[in-house]
């Protein structure tokens, strides 16, 4: 360029020449974002207000919180000094809040991938043209191929409204949603199957507990505000903690007895447990005889179950089992038997529920202080819905006479399967709605090689994530401090404490920025140009809200004049649950599954292998926290934790960079560093899980660290309810340079 | 639009001047706008090869006529380029176009800057049209000097590009020039940095 010419220069010559640059008649062509307002001298718009009716949703405990807002801008975010669940205190995650609400990568427009499905080039799109793209594309995948053709991956509070339109009035049998079966799945099934109620990991009334036994939870590395007050509460009243894990975990360093267990073996320790307590009569009987059923039939098939047996399959010592059984036996019925929440892990999970179900019942530890205790929550709410368009396909797992214990849904393993093979049938849409599968579903390339056939996928999203590189559409979603949609209902903390309940709905702290839309306006527009507007059940979020407020007498407005949370009086949750205890089930024995909790023993780790165990960082939720810069500040990589013994053996000292190869010979993309430690048996390692995103829109979170799930390949499905084991995967340690 | 007309009391010649640097100024602010058939169209690009033609920029003239020449669906071919450039794609393909980014060291949207600015806007008697974009995005502060100049308000011109304005658009324009490759984004850049560097 010629710099001859300065601006001023310029600027003189032109305002003489300006009829032969018209740059007036070109920005007449276009409204100014900016306008003329009232002068404001500085300071005078520097009140910093609180807002109420934040609930957290970092994880999903959904605390509730309240936001510093100063100008329409979001400074803080606080505990609800009202809350009696939280209280003021938040989480590392909860503060980050902030930074994911402002994270630059964040989604803000509708864009169209002009590129390809996983390698994309994005052009910003209206909402119409996004809308009706996916309307017109949907409705032709089910005009050609029938509404089963259609498939859904939701997630979390804003996947609910859309989920429900396309499972009950679309009418799509194929929805797979990553809390169930890469989850709890296993857990609950295994529960219901037991009791006939559903568990949580809300059940365990810790704070009045005189034992609490772990089996894998994490509390310390796992944080939920609440659960960790009652955890530390019980402890702090003298409650024995039972840790079985492999790894020295933040809890196991806080236990009275740490079970250094084989993995994959705890219903066979659990079993032995049972045994010792049935022969030597220390179970309570009394509970038994009012709520047991099929103890005998239970007895007679564990009692090969000895401590020396279990003690040879778990790999820890007889007389410390014998220690733990004498433990709970001692204490119950004050046992809090946790009924941990992930449990998808070796493929034999519905039978380690089932193995803790009847434990707790043997111990009579259900509805008494300090037990497994459902705390008496408001009831009342209002609801709506979709209306069912009385077209409904069996399920996948229906038609295949697998998994007869699963939840509504399709197992994600069965709908892969259908979408790469075509049969039973052809599934060529996809909706993904606030689920990231390719970091959550093992076997990566299935899952690339299901969307690859797909007619249509459309993502519904927050941020960039691994998935979102394989949309053909992609809307940009309001974050949980933008919108409203749920109500969090509970009591105080502590159930011991004076009784008092609370109602939350999550109410917006802040405008949505830039473009994004919340999942009703979403959906909405979708119904309408899919034919079915006459069907909407609520025109907006706020309408929802307000009519399930209504059940209890209550509105958005009377909440906020409520500082964001109704309290009112509780009642009493100890008594007798009415539960019956089914120690052996014929209903599952019917099927073709064992009728009593029964040990499936899983593979071991072939030579220079090691198991690959995961879990969580404190200040991380898996790959949703994965760009936010103040966590990885704190936390920006997920070393791999290794025996000291086995680092000595390989030639691996403390932060060695390493690659991992799993028994597959998959290979780790990325690179992490080795945490050596006697802290974790010898046969596995460990990582935290959700780093190491493939995305590179993600400026913080691309590639740091290790994907867990690029290693977890072979497949280990839970025959009675169809949740993955993902602690089946074996890799061995490739030091880096 | 919104008006930005100059007190009556200025002499002809900077009246002239100081519309000629407001309408400068929007012009700017529209090549860093999302690219919309309303503005985004031949008459556009035909003033944007006069201005550079009135520059004496010839290398930058010719880079943009041979884009426009060899690409038949211009408007298509901007949008991704925005998107790409601005919005989403891999690091340090996108350069956010957001002040806070660039000066508040953590890298955030809607940080201390984005207030600042605002302030600055209200300040002087402007405020933003809309409240779901922030407030230190270079479209806007273009416009906000446009309004400035038409308004003849140089001292707060200056005191705005020095103080809110220079401190990131050089780190911008640095990033920029490594990864804008788009002809038309390259050159708006530079042209950006033309018309608000300090002269030497």
């Known amino acids: ?737 | 639009m919104a008006v930005h007309s100059l007190p009556p009391d200025q002499d002809d010649a900077s009246v002239t001047e100081a519309a000629t640097l407001s309408s400068l100024y929007s012009f700017l602010a529209l090549t860093m706008r999302y690219p919309d058939p309303a503005f985004c169209n031949e008459p556009f690009f035909d003033t944007f090869e006069s201005l550079l033609a009135s520059l004496d920029w010839p290398s930058e003239l010719a880079e943009l006529q041979t884009w426009r020449r060899q690409t038949p669906d211009r408007l298509d071919d901007l949008r991704t380029a925005y998107t790409h450039l601005f919005i989403t794609a891999a690091p340090g393909g996108t350069i956010p176009p957001y002040a806070s980014v660039h000066l508040d060291g953590d890298g955030t949207m809607y940080g201390r800057t984005t207030e600042r600015t605002r302030d600055f806007y209200r300040a002087c008697g402007f405020d933003l049209l809309s409240e779901t974009e922030p407030a230190d995005h270079l479209q806007f502060e273009l416009e906000f000097l446009a309004a400035l100049a038409g308004e003849a308000k140089f001292d707060d011109e200056e005191r705005f590009l020095q103080i809110l304005f220079r401190p990131w658009f050089a780190q911008f324009q640095k990033k920029s020039m490594q990864e804008a490759r788009h002809p038309f984004y390259k050159v708006s850049i530079q042209l950006i940095d033309f018309f608000t560097k300090e002269e030497q």
Not at chain 1, 104 to 116: A, E, I, S, T
Not at chain 1, 576 to 583: K, Q, R
Not at chain 1, 633 to 646: G, R, S, Y
């Open chain 1, 1 to 737: 360029m010629a710099m001859n010419l300065t601006r001023r220069t310029f600027l003189k010559a032109a305002s003489i020449a300006a009829a032969s640059v018209p740059l007036a008649n070109v920005r007449a062509k276009a409204e100014s974002g900016l306008v003329k307002a009232p002068l404001v001298a500085p300071g005078s718009f520097k009140n910093t207000q609180t807002v109420v009716g934040g609930v957290c949703e970092m994880c999903f405990w959904r605390c509730q919180l309240v936001g510093k807002i100063r100008d329409g801008r979001l400074l803080k975010l606080e505990g609800n000094p009202k809350s009696i669940d939280n209280g003021v205190s938040i989480c590392a995650r909860g503060n980050a809040g902030v930074k994911l609400l402002y994270d630059p990568d964040r989604l803000k427009y509708p864009l169209k991938n002009v590129g390809k499905r996983g390698a994309p080039k994005w052009q910003r799109i209206s909402w119409e043209e996004a809308l009706d793209t996916c309307a017109s594309k949907l409705k032709a995948v089910i005009d050609q191929y029938g509404i089963k053709g259609i498939s859904m991956f939701p997630h979390g509070s804003t996947s609910t409204y859309p989920m429900d339109f396309f499972e009950k009035t679309v009418g799509t049998p194929n929805i797979s949603e990553a809390s169930f079966a890469q989850c709890r799945g296993a857990r609950d099934t295994g529960y219901l199957a037991t009791i006939d109620y559903p568990p949580s990991e809300e059940y365990a009334d810790m704070p009045n507990s005189k034992v609490i036994l772990l089996i894998g939870s994490h509390f310390g590395e796992n944080i939920h505000v609440s659960h960790t007050k009652q955890y530390l509460k019980g402890l702090e009243n003298g409650a024995k903690l039972i840790v079985v894990d492999p790894r020295y975990s933040a809890s196991a360093a806080k236990s009275h007895i740490w079970v250094q267990i084989r993995p994959g073996t705890d219903t066979a320790w659990l079993l032995a447990i049972m045994n010792y307590l049935i022969q030597n009569k220390k179970y309570n009987i009394e509970f038994v005889k009012e709520h047991g059923e099929g103890l005998g039939k239970m007895a007679e098939g564990i009692k090969q179950w000895t401590l020396e047996k279990a003690a040879q399959e778990c790999d820890v010592p007889a007389a410390q089992i014998k220690e733990v059984a004498d433990l709970l036996a001692a204490n119950m019925p004050h046992v809090a038997i946790h009924t941990g929440r992930h449990s998808s892990w070796y493929g034999n999970d519905f039978q380690r529920a089932r193995s803790m179900a009847c434990l707790t019942g043997l111990l009579g530890a259900f509805g008494v202080k300090g037990g497994f205790v459902p705390p008496a929550n408001p009831g009342g709410l209002g609801d709506y819905s979709w209306p069912k368009s009385g077209h409904h396909d069996k399920t996948l797992q229906e038609l295949a006479g697998l998994y007869h214990f699963a939840p509504p849904g399709t197992p994600p393993d069965l709908l892969r399967e259908t979408a790469i093979t075509g049969k039973p049938y052809p599934i060529k849409g996809c909706i993904i709605w606030g689920q990231n599968p390719i970091q959550t579903i093992p076997n990566q390339e299935k899952t690339i090689k299901t969307l690859e056939q797909m007619d249509f996928v459309m993502c519904v999203d927050v941020m960039p994530t691994d998935i979102t590189m394989f949309a053909d559409i992609l809307l940009p979603d309001c974050s949980y401090l933008e919108r409203y949609d749920l109500i969090r209902t509970g009591t105080q903390w502590n159930l011991a404490e004076e009784h008092r309940q609370f109602i939350a709905p999550r109410m917006p702290l802040v405008a949505p920025g830039f473009e994004r839309k919340d999942s009703v306006y979403i959906t909405n527009e979708l119904a309408k140009r899919m034919g079915y507007g006459d069907k909407i059940p609520i025109q907006t979020q706020e309408e929802g809200i307000n009519k399930m407020l209504a059940g209890v007498q209550l509105s958005i407005e009377k909440i906020k004049a409520e500082d964001g949370i109704h309290i009112q009086p509780g009642k009493d949750p100890y008594g007798d649950m009415e539960l019956t205890i089914e120690f052996y089930n014929e209903e599952l024995e019917e099927h073709g599954y064992p009728g009593i909790p029964t040990y499936i023993p899983v593979e071991h780790p072939p030579e220079g292998y090691y198991r690959l165990l995961y879990g969580r960082s404190s200040v991380h939720t898996f790959n949703r926290t994965q760009n936010n810069a103040w966590l990885m500040a704190e936390n920006n990589i997920n070393p791999v934790w290794l025996n000291d013994k086995q680092a000595a053996k390989l030639g691996l000292k403390e932060g060695d960079t390493v690659a991992l190869i799993n028994q597959d010979n998959v290979k780790s993309r990325t690179t992490t560093t080795v945490k050596v430690t006697p802290g974790i048996r010898q046969d596995c390692v460990y990582i935290y899980h959700g780093f190491g995103s493939r995305n590179p829109e993600l400026t913080v979170g691309h590639d740091r660290g290790i994907d867990d799930q690029s290693l977890i390949t072979k497949l280990a499905v839970d025959p009675e309810s169809g949740s993955y084991g993902m602690r089946n995967n074996f890799v061995k340690l490739v030091k880096v340079g």
